[in-house]
């Protein structure tokens, strides 16, 4: 059987920035795994993944996610948004770091619209969340560009993106 | 008929890894089954990675069924926590005839979108011990409607024979293009 789920690129700020992008991904895979790691932030925020070149119009990204905050499980559904949200009961902490894993499916081809699994490790000793999303951009475009966002606050250094490529089987 | 797919075989001397590609099926579309038959029982579990639709046309979202080994008696359960982007329900089903596992969207839905899953098959090929499932999966189109939902399955097959096919059903027909690829994962 052909080995598959290769590592494709990883990407690490060395300083803090409002952004960390992964361009030009290989368009030879079916899926994409995409590992993210942000350490604890200088001001609690809503971490996102734009898509290429989503600009703040776009209102292509929809996802709805079920969430447990330790103390009751619950649903919400967000749409029309250039992005798609990587967490909602809890936001990125201050003190603890926070892991996401998204799974990007048939994200090479341009025929069909983009749909994502999202999986968010939300986690601060007593509180936080944890969550599971899926979500679907509203746009055949192949994805070539992965953009990780703080809301407008800065990412801080460490965050890592770490990509990897699962072939057809 | 229900279309088989073989696995593939790789060729000798392939470089050892821990995530193995086994096969790919896609629906031409109508079909209301599809199966992996022959799985290879060298791994420690198998994954399906699921980009589906049906062509149900009732509801918006739609549970994929699994089988084991062609059994359709009540041998399996399952239990569901699902999220309609409002709230969050729950069910459970015992002495069943399929696990629920993952989720696709329907003909109800825009063109050309497909619900995502991921299915996890615990140790498959054991010979002591009954089946473990676990699966994520979602049809979210974009739109402001609890129709589309999202769902967290688990699920059991009570029989000790190790998986050697997997069927795959829809509660009406997949839709053309819908995608299901088998990957077998290797012990350390």
Known sequence: MAVTYEPVVTATLGSAATELTVSNIPQTYTDLVVDVFVPPVPVATNIAMYINDNSSGSTECGFVTLFSNGSGVGSQRSYQHPYFAMNYAATANTTYPTAYTLHFFQYARTDVRKSVIIMSSLDYAGSGASELREGMRNNNEAITKLRLNASGQNLPVGTRVSIFGIAKA | ?188
């Not at chain 2, 096969?23 to 109508?30: D, F, H, P, R």
């Not at chain 2, 402001?144 to 769902?151: F, G, I, L, P």
């Open chain 2, 1 to 188: 008929m229900i279309p088989f797919l073989h696995g593939v075989i790789g060729t000798a001397g392939a470089a050892a890894g821990a995530f193995e590609s086994i096969a790919t099926v896609t629906a031409s579309g109508g079909e209301t089954a599809l199966t992996f038959s022959s799985v290879p029982q060298g791994y420690v579990s198998l994954q399906i990675r699921c980009f589906s639709r049906e062509t149900w046309t009732v509801a918006a979202s739609v549970q994929i069924r699994m089988r084991f080994n062609g059994d359709a008696g009540n041998t399996y359960s399952f239990h569901e926590v699902k999220g309609n982007g409002s709230s969050a329900s729950v069910q459970g089903q015992a002495s069943y005839s399929n696990m629920y596992c993952g989720v696709s969207t329907t003909a109800n839905t825009t063109a050309s979108t497909y619900g995502a899953s991921i299915i996890d098959i615990h140790g498959y090929a054991s010979t002591t011990r009954n089946k473990t499932i676990s699966a994520f999966g979602g049809g979210d189109t974009g739109v402001s409607s609890t129709e589309y939902w999202c769902a967290k399955h688990t699920g059991a097959w009570y029989n000790t024979s190790p998986v050697t096919s997997i069927t795959l059903l829809p509660i009406n027909g997949f839709a053309a293009g819908s995608i299901f690829s088998l990957y077998g994962v290797k012990g350390a």
